[in-house]
């Protein structure tokens, strides 16, 4: 009677050990896996998309007067909310005015970050195309203060990056959104996509210039970038059968 004892108890006792050296080696393999996952997407190369959702004076009364339906593309927004697009789009303080719905909704999805573009678009520094031009620091803090307020009010997020309208600045310019806790987000890719209706050259630009950390700007579409939501389709799926990653800011 003792000695089946002993051989139930060593039975089972070998039956412990396996199922302990199972469960190690298991959780062996899946932080193997975990660990090149991550390996994986260290190497990945790593592309920023950005879109600038413009607004100044002359836009909003095209639309009041009705000669314009809007100045984004509906599309576009909901492909990059239905297929997870990290993204950044730089929203003038006007443009949230015209559209908080939008923003609001747009702000809902983890996967897009808003950044602020100014109150009504104008040039920092001249030229710079048609804008209107401000010339004091005092000027310039507003029109970014006064969207960063907007912006907030709509989303419960402050804002942590601005860019130039036009991409006109100087260091100073710089040095005012960095005082007011702005990161300036101006330099990148530029993809052509403004007044501009053809969409492959939008691509080609963008292709032909892409690299790992690129940001590439681009504007929400509407009238004045009619093209780039049949392009921004095909350069997402271009970039990501060459490995590319996207990431907001």
């Given at each position: 009677?003792?000695?089946?004892?002993?051989?139930?108890?060593?039975?089972?006792?070998?039956?412990?050990?396996?199922?302990?050296?199972?469960?190690?080696?298991t959780?062996?393999?899946?932080?193997?896996?975990e660990?090149?996952?991550?390996?994986q997407?260290?190497?990945?190369?790593?592309?920023?998309?950005?879109?600038?959702?413009?607004?100044?004076?002359?836009?909003?009364?095209?639309?009041?007067?009705?000669?314009?339906?809007?100045?984004?593309?509906?599309?576009?927004?909901?492909?990059?909310?239905?297929?997870?697009?990290?993204?950044?789009?730089?929203?003038?303080?006007?443009?949230a005015?015209?559209?908080?719905?939008?923003?609001?909704?747009i702000?809902?999805?983890?996967?897009?970050?808003?950044?602020?573009?100014?109150?009504?678009?104008?040039?920092?520094?001249?030229?710079?195309?048609?804008?209107?031009?401000?010339?004091?620091?005092?000027?310039?803090?507003?029109?970014?203060?006064?969207?960063?307020?907007?912006?907030?009010?709509?989303?419960?997020?402050?804002?942590?990056?601005?860019?130039?309208?036009?991409?006109?600045?100087?260091?100073?310019?710089?040095?005012?959104?960095?005082?007011i806790?702005?990161?300036?987000?101006?330099?990148?890719?530029?993809?052509?996509?403004?007044?501009?209706?053809?969409?492959?050259?939008?691509?080609?630009?963008?292709?032909?210039?892409?690299?790992?950390?690129?940001?590439?700007?681009?504007?929400?579409?509407?009238p004045n970038?009619?093209?780039?939501?049949?392009?921004?389709?095909?350069?997402?799926?271009?970039?990501?059968?060459?490995?590319?990653?996207?990431?907001?800011?």
């Amino acid at each position: 009677m003792i000695r089946n004892r002993k051989i139930i108890f060593a039975v089972i006792l070998a039956i412990l050990i396996c199922i302990v050296f199972y469960i190690l080696h298991t959780k062996k393999v899946e932080s193997d896996a975990e660990s090149k996952a991550e390996i994986q997407v260290s190497k990945s190369k790593v592309v920023y998309l950005t879109f600038d959702a413009d607004m100044t004076p002359f836009m909003k009364k095209k639309l009041d007067e009705k000669k314009v339906s809007d100045y984004y593309s509906k599309d576009l927004v909901n492909y990059l909310e239905s297929e997870k697009i990290p993204s950044t789009i730089f929203v003038t303080g006007m443009f949230a005015e015209v559209y908080p719905d939008l923003i609001r909704e747009i702000a809902k999805y983890p996967d897009i970050e808003i950044a602020n573009h100014s109150y009504d678009h104008p040039g920092f520094e001249s030229p710079c195309y048609k804008l209107k031009i401000i010339n004091t620091d005092e000027d310039k803090i507003e029109e970014m203060q006064k969207t960063q307020r907007i912006l907030t009010a709509l989303t419960g997020v402050v804002p942590k990056y601005f860019r130039h309208p036009g991409l006109c600045h100087n260091q100073q310019d710089d040095l005012l959104a960095q005082k007011i806790g702005l990161t300036v987000s101006d330099a990148g890719l530029t993809s052509g996509d403004s007044f501009n209706k053809n969409s492959k050259g939008i691509v080609k630009a963008v292709l032909s210039g892409v690299h790992d950390k690129s940001v590439i700007i681009m504007h929400l579409g509407g009238p004045n970038a009619p093209a780039t939501y049949v392009a921004i389709e095909e350069i997402v799926t271009k970039l990501k059968k060459e490995g590319y990653v996207f990431r907001v800011l």
